[in-house]
């Protein structure tokens, strides 16, 4: 008879939590995963998964019999000892970060539990002091999460690190922790609560910073006439600087990013420290975002009356997630000169027809370009790469792209027939026509 693997209990099953539950049931733990939408468990209990992400609803159907999906807490306190706290842990409107479906987590605890609570979901440090506080006898282990959407599946499978965070008295809970994670492979980093909190809180900062500043050495570049992604190969050779998040464009959105940054900014003034460089940061990535525009208006003049078609909407490919899109800044701000927007995206056009009412979604690259005066790449898609650019420039009412992602071949969109505007490169022209 096979070892029985220890039971997991994942609460919240969102991006996170159905990653955490359906990779640890591969990994033969039984898995009981609680979510307080009904819909939503039901269609996982049919083994249909709702979010696009890569290798996910097939690593949910495979292990459908160590995966049980409930909205009932007790059933989850009663069936696993080590429970995974996967909820969202939304802005609130001052930019700290909303904790309150943590806090409902924790009441639904009871008294004297024995349970070991993980926290996978992004908390300001010092969530965790807090949370044993307010229940002395519970076992609390900080488990940060660094998984990519679009490649979570892989990254949770083959992590760089698994940072465990536990203070004196938790060094069991955290072993255990350790235990779960040791058949993956990467480097186990044991540390304090608050320490683990602020990794992952560093993590995403420092990875924004990276963002933001090649975007301003772009807008430099365009300036001076030199090429942002020649400029960022080079620094990237440095191993000092590493090649990575060294791609400019129309900044960063997503569900973690824009409010993990925030929330840091927040924490960090809340002490009575003004962090600059992250109010920097969230400025420059603001205006990233708006600078489509004024790209636009170069070539057109002005946008009142234009239709400009989208191509993208999803924050980054390989994902149908809207949270914080730059395509939605860039939507509104096009409505705003006056433009009709039309928009294209693989997959995520239902989840961004429910935040954008008044865009017209085209059901094909080609047919949101039919007729339109501008195009703008927002997310870059494999399929954008092998879309027939010719047959597109002939079907605009002017082939214009600006590429906001510097991801199509500039000369071969120019043999096309198109006026082709990438972000840091030269300008093609300086004055509008
Ligand atoms: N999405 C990512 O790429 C990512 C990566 C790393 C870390 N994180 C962090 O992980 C956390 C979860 O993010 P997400 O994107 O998976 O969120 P999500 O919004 O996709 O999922 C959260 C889920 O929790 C459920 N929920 C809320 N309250 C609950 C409760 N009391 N009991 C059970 N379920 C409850 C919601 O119904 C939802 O299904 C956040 O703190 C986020 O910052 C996210």
Redesign the pocket.
Known sequence: MSEQREPVGV???????LVTAACFAELGHPVVA????QE?VDSLARGEVTIHEPELGDLVRRNAERLTFTTDMTELLDSARLLFV????PPTYSGDADLS?VR??VEELPEGSEHVLIM???VPAGTGESIRRDLPGLSYVSC??????GT?VADFMNPDRVVIGADAGDEDAAGAVARLYQPLGGEILRTDVASAEMIKLASNAFLATKISFINEIANVCEEVGADVAEVARGMGLDERIGSSFLRAGIGYG???FP??VTALKMLAGNTGYHFQLLTAVVEVNELQKRRVVAKLQRHIGSLLGKRVALLGLAFKPDTDDMREASSLVLAARLQGEGAEVVAYDPVASERAGELLGSVEMAGSALAALDGADAAVLVTEWPEFAALDWAEAAGRMARPLLVDGRNFLDSESLRAAGFEYEGIGKKQEIGAPS
């Open positions: 609460i919240g099953v969102g991006w996170v939590g609680r979510d307080i939408l939503k996967c909820v969202d842990t479906r409902a987590v996978k979901s992004t940060p999460e660094f998984l990519k959407e979570a997503g569900s973690c409010k993990d």
